[in-house]
C-alpha cells in the first residue's frame, strides 16, 4: 500500500517536523510562480491518527517498493502560503491527505473571512483507487433551534482531523504546524482579503486588531496578518488534537455561543460514504456527497452533453445556453429533492442515470427557444460566494479535492479565539425549506460546495478541481470539466475562459461579449461589473499527465491562489 511506504519516509523526517511544531512551524519553500512539472456509508468522530510502524515493519513494506506510481505531485490552494504548506508535507513524506490539511489550515490563516475552525467543508478523496466522499458541513443542534446568528455546530476541525487519521502518515501536530507558524509570523495580505475587508469586514472585526493598521485604517494588500489569537488556538489544537475542539478545552468558548452546547459538540460526527459518480465523456466525473450538489453537477454536465455541448464553440452562445438549460434541469434537483441523506432519501443513481439524462436533454431541446428554459424557477443571484478550495495530487497517484467555508463573507460576524463562526444554518431558508431540506436536530442542509475530480478509463484521477462561489460553483466547475473533457482545452483555457450563471431568469455575464447574442435568443442579460469578478470564484485545479509523469496547474486570478508542483 502507498500509505505503508510513506509511513516508512516520514519516519526520516519526524525529528524536525516535530520540533518545527513546537516552536511555530516549519520553514516555508520558496513559492514558484509557474506550474508545470467504494465503502459504505458511515458515522464517525475524529480519533488520534495511527501510530507510524517500526523501522523494522517500515523496512519490511518497503523491501518489494516500486517507488512512486506517479512521481510528480502539485498542491493548487486559495493563497500561496497555503500551496507552499501542502508541498512542504509532501516532500516530508506525507500523503495527499496530509497536505490537504495542511494546505486547508494555512489557507484558513490567511482567508479568515471565508473559511475556518468555526465552519465545516467536504473532501473527496480517493486513495490507492478507492473514492470516498467526506462529509464535515455544520448541522442543527441537538436542540433542534436555529439561533439568529445561523450559526450551526462547527465541523472542520472533525473533518480535517477525520482525513488525517484516515489517510494521513505525518503527525498531527506536524501538518498543523506551518498553519501556526504564518498565524504566529504573519503573511501578506491578499488584495481578496484587504477588499472583502473593507466591503463586508469592518463591523465583524470591530474589536480585532489584527485586522487594523496603526491608524486604525483596515490592513491593505501586502500589508503582514499576524493573528495572535489563532495562532494560540492552533497550537491548542496541535498538541491536544481535533478532539479538543469538540470536547477539550477549545469547546469552552464556544459554549457561550447561541446554537452551540456541550451534547451538540460531542455528538458532532464525520459522515463518510461514496461520491456521486457519472460518465462524461471518456471520463468519470466523482463529486460530493449528498446534501452537497455533487449529484446535481454531474446529472448537469451528462444533460449537458446529451444536448451536444460537446459539438458547439465553446465559446459561442450556444455553448452557454446549452449549459445554462442543463442547469434549469440539475438546480430543479438541488431544490426538490437533494437533503441529508441520513434523514431523506436521495435519489443520487437517478439523478446520474446518463440515459436517464439523455432524456430530459431531448425534453429540452424539445422546449425550442430559451423562453422556456429561463422562466424556471431558479433562486435569485446571489454573487460574493465565499468558500476556499484545495486540490492535491501525490506522487502516488492518490488525490483529495477539499471545499471549506464559513458560508457568508465573515459568516455570522461572531468571532471566538480569532476564528469567526459560520451562519450555514440560514441555508435552510436561502434553498427553499422544501420537505427534503428543512431544519431539525442533527440534520445538514443542502449548499453548494462541491469538491470534484474526473478519472481516466484506469480510475485514475486526470483532474482534480473545484471552486469557491456559491450557487455559481456548480456551472464553473462543469463548464470546466466539459471544455476539458468534451473540447480537448488546457488548463489555461479552462481557468480563463469567462464565466456565467442562470439565476432567477437572469444570466450573469463576466464579460460582455456574448451579451447581445444571448439576449437575442430570449435571456435577461446582465454583465456583471468588472470590480465583482471575485463572485465567480477562483478554481483550483490541477491536471495529471500519467503518460509523462507530469502534474500542472494555473493559478487563477479572480481571487488570491497558490500553486506549488514538484516532478522529474
Do not use: K
Not at 519490511?60 to 506517479?70: E, F, H, K, Q
Not at 504546524?177 to 477588499?195: C, I, K, R, W
Not at 436517464?356 to 446571489?382: C, I
Amino acid at each position: 500500500m502507498t500509505t505503508d511506504r510513506r509511513r516508512f519516509g516520514a519516519l526520516l523526517v519526524l525529528p524536525a517536523l516535530l520540533l518545527a511544531a513546537c516552536t511555530g512551524g516549519v520553514d516555508p519553500a520558496p513559492p514558484e510562480a509557474t506550474a508545470t512539472a467504494e465503502p459504505e456509508a458511515r458515522h464517525t468522530s475524529a480519533p488520534a491518527p495511527d501510530p507510524a510502524p517500526t523501522t523494522d515493519e517500515a523496512a519490511v513494506t518497503t523491501a518489494a517498493d516500486p517507488g512512486p506510481v506517479l512521481g510528480a505531485a502539485g498542491v493548487a490552494a486559495g493563497h500561496q502560503l497555503a500551496a507552499d504548506a501542502g508541498m512542504e508535507m509532501l516532500e516530508a513524506g506525507g500523503t495527499a491527505a496530509d497536505a490537504a490539511v495542511a494546505a486547508a489550515l494555512v489557507d484558513s490563516v490567511m482567508q479568515p473571512h471565508t473559511s475556518g475552525l468555526g465552519g465545516g467543508g467536504a473532501a473527496v478523496v480517493l486513495t490507492d483507487g478507492v473514492p470516498q466522499s467526506y462529509d464535515y458541513r455544520e448541522e442543527v443542534s441537538a436542540t433542534g433551534v436555529i439561533p439568529p446568528s445561523g450559526t450551526g455546530v462547527p465541523g472542520y476541525a472533525a473533518g480535517l482531523g477525520q482525513l488525517h487519521a484516515d489517510h494521513g502518515v505525518l503527525p498531527w501536530e506536524s501538518v498543523v504546524a506551518p498553519a501556526v507558524q504564518v498565524a504566529t509570523e504573519g503573511g501578506p495580505v491578499s488584495g481578496f482579503l484587504a477588499d472583502a475587508l473593507a466591503d463586508f469586514g469592518l463591523p465583524a472585526t470591530e474589536g480585532m486588531p489584527q485586522f487594523r493598521r496603526s491608524d486604525g485604517s483596515p490592513v491593505r494588500e501586502g500589508d503582514l496578518l499576524v493573528q495572535e489569537d489563532l495562532a494560540g488556538t492552533l497550537r491548542t489544537l496541535a498538541a491536544e488534537g481535533p478532539g479538543s475542539f469538540y470536547t477539550g478545552s477549545l469547546a469552552e468558548p464556544l459554549l457561550q455561543e447561541p446554537g452551540l452546547d456541550a451534547p451538540s459538540l460531542a455528538g458532532y460526527e464525520v459522515v463518510v460514504s461514496e461520491p456521486p459518480r457519472g460518465q462524461v465523456g471518456e471520463h468519470v466525473l466523482l463529486s460530493a456527497a449528498p446534501a452537497l450538489p455533487g449529484a446535481a453537477l454531474v446529472q448537469l454536465a451528462q444533460v449537458a452533453e446529451a444536448a451536444g455541448i460537446g459539438d458547439v464553440d465553446p465559446y459561442s452562445p450556444e455553448f452557454v445556453d446549452l449549459q445554462s438549460r442543463a442547469w434549469t434541469v440539475a438546480n430543479e434537483s438541488v431544490q426538490t429533492v437533494l437533503g441529508d441523506p441520513r434523514f431523506v432519501d436521495v435519489p443520487v443513481d437517478s439523478l446520474t442515470d446518463a440515459q436517464r439524462n439523455a432524456g430530459l436533454a431531448d425534453e429540452l431541446l424539445s422546449a425550442g427557444s430559451a423562453d422556456d428554459a429561463v422562466s424556471a424557477g431558479l433562486p435569485a443571484y446571489e454573487g460574493g460566494g465565499n468558500t476556499t478550495h484545495v486540490a492535491v495530487v501525490d506522487e502516488d497517484g492518490n488525490a483529495v479535492s477539499m471545499t471549506n467555508t464559513i458560508t457568508h463573507y465573515w459568516g455570522s460576524g461572531r468571532s471566538v479565539g480569532g476564528y469567526f463562526l459560520n451562519d450555514q444554518l440560514t441555508r435552510f431558508e436561502a434553498m427553499g425549506r422544501t420537505e427534503a431540506n428543512r431544519p431539525e436536530a442533527g440534520r445538514r442542509s443542502v449548499s453548494w460546495s462541491a469538491p470534484s475530480m474526473l478519472l481516466d478509463g484506469q480510475g485514475r484521477p486526470v483532474l482534480v478541481l473545484g471552486t469557491p462561489g456559491g450557487q455559481q460553483i456548480p456551472n464553473t466547475i462543469a463548464a470546466a470539466v466539459l471544455r476539458w473533457s468534451l473540447h480537448g482545452e488546457g488548463l489555461e483555457a479552462i481557468v480563463r475562459a469567462p464565466r456565467f450563471v442562470l439565476a432567477e431568469g437572469e444570466l450573469a455575464l463576466e464579460t460582455g461579449e456574448l451579451a447581445a447574442p444571448l439576449q437575442d435568443l430570449g435571456y435577461a442579460v446582465r454583465v456583471v461589473d468588472p470590480s465583482l469578478r471575485s463572485d465567480f470564484g477562483s478554481l483550483q485545479v490541477l491536471e495529471v499527465d500519467w503518460e509523462g509523469g507530469v502534474v500542472s496547474s494555473v493559478a487563477d486570478d479572480r481571487r488570491s491562489a497558490g500553486i506549488r508542483v514538484s516532478g522529474p
